[in-house]
Every structure is written in C-alpha cells, then in structure tokens.
C-alpha cells in the first residue's frame, strides 16, 4: 500500500521557471492537500481539496495553482518560481477528522 | 483563525518521561492531533482527541481539555529513535475546509 506518493523528490528550478509538483493517493480519501514548511516551521496550507473537482485556497496560495485531476490526483503547479518559494511541499490526504497522510515531501530550490 | 502554541524545544534522557504541551486559540474546534516528523522524514499521525480525557497508544498518550484549550503529549520510556519534532494540530474550521492548522514545532532531543 503505496499511501500518498509525490513526484519529484528533489527539484532545482531557476527563478522565473514554472514546474508542476505531482500527488498521488491510493487511499480512496476525499480531501487532498499540499502545504509548504520553511526550515524551523511548521507546514503551512497552500491549498486543500474537498473532493474531486473542487479546489480552495490556503494560508499562503499565492504564486501557486493546483488541480484536482480526479480523485487520486492532485497536482501543484508553480508559473514563475521565485526564490521565496523555496522550500519542502508535502502533499497529504485524509477522510474523517482523525488522521492526515503526508507524502514524503519534494524539497525546492529556486535559485 | 487559529492558533497554536507550543514549546521550541525539549531536552530527555533516554528512559525518562516527557510532555509536550499545546495551547490554541480557535474559533470552532474538532479534535486535537499530535504529529511526529523526524529530521528529512513527512509528519506521521501519533494521535487524535476529540473529547476531553486521555488517549493511549503504547509508550504515547496524548491529553485534551476543551475547557483550557489546551493539550499535551506524553512520551514514556524514552528511546533515541523518539529524537524527532512533535507538532500539535488542529482542524481549520473558519471556511469550513476542515484542514489541519500546524503548531510550529517541538523539537525534542533524547540523549543517552
């Protein structure tokens, strides 16, 4: 059971390039998620899912947009990355208020 | 909105006992989680309270009062693989999205 899984775990992008962050969950869960976290920090939402075909903003969505593809798919998409970007993202998923499943991250770098 | 307070760092010996403590301020409130992340790792759930009262799961137990706002997580029988961070979180529950709200963090270390 693969879980929650993203796609790339590691990515150096130049400032100004645009890239999109895959996720994947095999879990059969409503919501989706993706959030950043900065070093010393805790995660911050980007942007949530509900279910399939809607999408809402989080505590920090600008310079992002995201995609609920289907209801295994969420995807990040970043259209001019900057240096502030920089960070971890973690996709995650949940159903129910009890427990939240985290990928395992994709570090950035945007130089 | 909410909020989350919780302390930067803790310091245990292997074997000993620990709480982490969580006070939050929030506007509507579905339960209380405790996630543990290790250095380069993604968070893992630990625990859930919903209702005031002590949850337990092996060497973890974590503790909700409503009334304080306030919570904690136990950790006995400390082992250096416990050496990780330790976020309280709670649902957002402003616009209805129902995510999780991330303390920022205890970092607990556990020596020898």
């Known amino acids: 059971n693969a879980g929650v899984t993203q796609t790339p775990k590691f990515q150096v992008l130049k400032t100004g390039q645009s890239m999109t962050l895959q996720c994947a969950q095999d879990?059969?869960?409503?919501?989706m998620y993706w959030y950043r976290q900065d070093p010393g920090m805790g995660l911050r939402l980007i942007y949530y899912?509900?279910?399939?075909?809607?999408?809402d903003k989080g505590e920090v969505p600008n310079g992002y947009n995201v995609s609920r593809l289907n209801k295994r798919e969420f995807s990040l998409r970043l259209e001019s990355a900057a240096p502030s970007q920089t960070s971890v993202y973690f996709c995650?998923?949940?159903?129910?208020?009890?427990?939240?499943?985290f990928g395992q991250g994709t570090r950035l770098t945007v130089v | 909105g909410q909020s989350l307070e919780q302390p930067s760092e803790v310091t245990a010996v292997e074997g000993a006992i620990v709480q982490i403590n969580c006070t939050y301020q929030?506007?509507?409130?579905?339960?209380l989680s405790w996630y543990q992340q290790h250095d380069g790792g993604a968070p893992t759930f630990l625990s859930y309270?919903?209702?005031?009262g002590l949850e337990e799961t092996g060497r973890f137990s974590s503790f909700l009062s409503r009334s304080d706002s306030y919570g904690y997580l136990l950790l006995q029988e400390l082992q250096m693989k416990d050496s990780a961070s330790y976020f309280c979180?709670?649902?957002?529950?402003?616009?209805?999205?129902?995510?999780?709200?991330f303390g920022s963090g205890t970092r607990l270390q556990v020596q020898p």
């Open positions: 995650a998923s949940s159903e129910g208020d009890r427990a939240t499943f």
């Open positions: 879990m059969n869960h409503n919501s």
């Open positions: 899912s509900a279910s399939e075909g809607t999408t």
């Open positions: 929030t506007s509507g409130f579905y339960g």
């Open positions: 309270n919903a209702l005031d």
């Open positions: 979180a709670v649902r957002d529950t402003d616009t209805g999205r129902r995510a999780l709200t």
